[in-house]
């Protein structure tokens, strides 16, 4: 191997890793920083401002499914940002008789969309630490996420969940979350 073309895989490998670098770090941060923090969730209503209605999916009276429920949501700037909006009504603490099928103190820390529409939703650990594990329980928690995002957003084809910053094989080990899953109604009654 001449030295200039051991210089040209060293300037391939350089711009291969810079190209990694930023498509699974920098760009997450580019799309959408972190949640801003809040001392508590913030209730289902919402405040005074423009709203949208939104399709928001709790767990069913007989615990086998997802019902969706109409809810004014804040509106967001773009699709990203509408999307951060949703997921934090989604998350928003419910009263009886609706139960989320997210675990409680779970928030979300970031959420980009990329220009295909696939949406990363970047959770806190709770997301996996509080849930309580059963192949349909995680079932419930994935499809909530998903289909509150491809449901109320047709930009959005396809929804990837992350736990702090990181891609997980799974929540709670049955679902499969390697790849951005697709809109699935099949478990809302």
Same mark, same amino acid.
């Given at each position: 191997?001449?030295?200039?073309?051991?210089?040209?895989?060293?300037?391939?490998?350089?711009?291969?890793?810079?190209?990694?670098?930023?498509?699974?770090v920098g760009l997450p941060r580019w799309y959408g920083g972190p949640a801003k923090?809040? &001392? &508590?969730?913030?209730?289902? *209503? !919402?405040?005074?401002?423009?709203?949208?209605?939104?399709?928001?999916?709790?767990?069913?009276?007989?615990? /086998?499914?997802?019902? /969706? !429920?109409?809810?004014?949501?804040?509106?967001?700037?773009?699709?990203?940002? *509408?999307?951060?909006? $949703?997921?934090?009504? *989604?998350?928003?603490?419910?009263?009886?008789?609706?139960?989320?099928?997210?675990?409680?103190?779970?928030?979300?820390?970031?959420?980009f969309v990329t220009a295909n529409g696939e949406a990363y939703v970047d959770f806190t650990r709770e997301i996996t630490a509080a849930?309580?594990?059963?192949?349909?329980?995680?079932?419930?928690?994935?499809?909530? $996420?998903?289909?509150?995002?491809?449901?109320?957003?047709?930009?959005?084809?396809?929804?990837?969940?992350?736990?702090?910053?990181?891609?997980?094989?799974?929540?709670?080990?049955?679902?499969?979350?390697?790849?951005?899953?697709?809109?699935?109604?099949?478990?809302? *009654?």
């Amino acid at each position: 191997m001449t030295l200039r073309s051991a210089l040209a895989v060293s300037a391939v490998a350089a711009v291969a890793a810079a190209l990694t670098w930023l498509f699974f770090v920098g760009l997450p941060r580019w799309y959408g920083g972190p949640a801003k923090a809040a &001392a &508590a969730p913030a209730p289902v *209503q !919402v405040p005074a401002g423009r709203k949208i209605k939104a399709r928001l999916f709790y767990v069913a009276a007989d615990g /086998s499914n997802l019902t /969706s !429920v109409e809810r004014d949501v804040a509106y967001g700037e773009g699709t990203a940002g *509408q999307a951060k909006e $949703i997921i934090n009504a *989604q998350l928003a603490p419910v009263t009886e008789p609706l139960l989320s099928a997210v675990p409680p103190g779970t928030t979300l820390r970031a959420l980009f969309v990329t220009a295909n529409g696939e949406a990363y939703v970047d959770f806190t650990r709770e997301i996996t630490a509080a849930h309580p594990g059963g192949s349909l329980d995680e079932l419930l928690t994935v499809y909530t $996420i998903v289909n509150a995002l491809t449901v109320n957003l047709p930009a959005v084809s396809g929804v990837q969940v992350l736990v702090n910053g990181k891609e997980v094989d799974t929540l709670a080990g049955h679902v499969d979350l390697r790849r951005p899953l697709a809109k699935n109604l099949a478990w809302v *009654q």
